[in-house]
């Protein structure tokens, strides 16, 4: 079994920065893409960023030039770094682990963390 486990959420004032972490821990051989997704309340789940495991990154254009996605393929952690915050990037932020193989070597699966609050906030 895998587990991601998300940290790195809080309230930060408009302006402010805050740095996600996501740690995959378990019996992996490999994870392909990485990323972030967010859920405002009585909004749809949405992208935030992915990060290939060849370190391609994509951004939603709502965080384009803002948010910077990062990973450590070693250590099967995602990080988000997130600047310039809008009180719209206010949501539960969720990590998600794409095509998980793990031992002894089976079918890959997808995982998604518990989620963490972004609150941005005056």
């Known amino acids: 079994q895998v587990q991601l486990v998300e940290s790195g959420g809080g309230l930060v004032q408009p302006g402010g920065s805050l740095t996600l972490s996501c740690a995959a821990s378990g019996r992996i051989f490999s994870i392909n893409a990485m990323g972030w997704y967010r859920q405002a309340p009585g909004k749809q789940r949405e992208l935030v960023a992915t990060i290939t495991r060849g370190f391609n990154p994509n951004y939603a254009d709502s965080v384009k030039g803002r948010f910077t996605i990062a990973r450590d393929n070693a250590k099967n952690t995602v990080y988000l770094q997130m600047n310039s915050l809008k009180p719209d990037d206010t949501a539960v932020y969720y990590c998600?682990?794409?095509?998980?193989?793990?031992?002894?070597?089976?079918?890959?699966?997808?995982?998604w963390g518990q989620g963490t609050q972004v609150t941005v906030s005056s």
């Open positions: 998600n682990a794409l095509q998980v193989r793990t031992l002894p070597l089976g079918a890959p699966r997808d995982y």
